[in-house]
């Protein structure tokens, strides 16, 4: 692994050699951080996240549509978690780095064809504009500074390459205003009566919602945030808002229609739920000029 990803190593970078990845070690762990590396951690726990949110032909269609031909392309997934985007994408880059804070996700990753690296993704160990490509999937809700995760993203981007993100929550479609609050806020006892959801025990619900740290009314990611973030930077911006349930119609201009209780969460809000503003999120495709 250290031979595949010298060339793109930064000067003087400390790595570790661990069996499943490369460690940069971590300098600081914040509560956030800690979260999540419980979290994905668990096999299991990681393994259902990505099959429950990250796996359906939609997500496969979508993301096909937005990066095109890897073939021969230098790939960055940050957040990767167990294989987050390239366990489910047919094709194969030609290097194909997996940057992650959970040393089991990492393993799984590995298994599914990534040079996988432990590190912090607001200080990544790589030189500045060396990937084709770079992605992040369901990433920048789990960090606590969005926008320097976002740039740190961005200087890793070659001139002609392309920066893609997807399943961030939309700002003004989760910002849940009166009645539609309380039943937000009530939402996990609501889950555990009806016995829905996607976790199985109140520890994986605990951890899930703690390393969701920008998953909840009045956070979330906007148009204008990813514009006035990477434009400066010299990228081409277009920001696509959708509703998980279409593929590669979403880079066409549509948004598909949420399920029933997001759409009363936004009725309910005093939002029309299908304006572009009510979709649950927004993918951002960017090239660099």
Not at 13 to 38: C, F, K, M, R, W
Not at 216 to 229: E, L, R, S
Not at 245 to 272: C, F, I, M, P
């Amino acid at each position: 692994m250290l031979a595949t990803l010298t060339p793109f190593l930064a000067p003087n970078t400390d790595v570790l050699e661990q069996e499943h990845y490369l460690e940069i070690p971590l300098q600081s762990v914040s509560p956030g951080l800690n979260a999540n590396i419980y979290y994905f951690n668990h096999p299991e726990w990681a393994e259902e996240y990505l099959t429950y949110c990250h796996r359906s032909e939609s997500f496969r269609s979508r993301w096909q549509a937005a990066l095109g031909d890897v073939t021969n392309k230098v790939v960055v997934d940050i957040g990767c978690g167990p294989g987050n985007i390239f366990a489910t994408l047919p094709h194969k880059p030609k290097v194909l780095i997996g940057v992650d804070v959970a040393p089991k996700s990492l393993e799984l990753a590995k298994q599914a064809g990534y040079t996988t690296v432990l590190a912090d993704a607001t200080s990544l160990p790589f030189q500045t504009g060396f990937a084709d490509i770079v992605v992040l999937n369901a990433t920048l809700h789990h960090c606590e500074d969005m926008a320097a995760i976002l740039a740190e993203a961005a200087r890793l981007v070659k001139p002609g390459g392309l920066l893609v993100t997807d399943h961030d929550p939309q700002l003004s479609a989760w910002d849940y205003k009166g009645v539609a609050k309380l039943l937000w806020n009530a939402r996990l006892v609501i889950y555990k009566l009806m016995r829905q959801g996607m976790h199985k025990t109140d520890s994986q619900q605990q951890w899930g919602l703690a390393c969701e740290i920008h998953h909840k009314p009045g956070h979330g990611v906007t148009n204008a945030f990813f514009k006035q973030i990477l434009q400066p930077l010299g990228f081409e911006v277009a920001v696509y808002p959708h509703n998980h349930d279409l593929g590669a119609e979403v880079l066409k201009g549509e948004k598909g229609t949420a399920e029933r209780k997001y759409r009363l969460g936004n009725l309910l809000s005093g939002r029309n739920p299908d304006a572009d503003t009510s979709a649950l999120t927004l993918m951002c495709v960017a090239r660099r000029q």
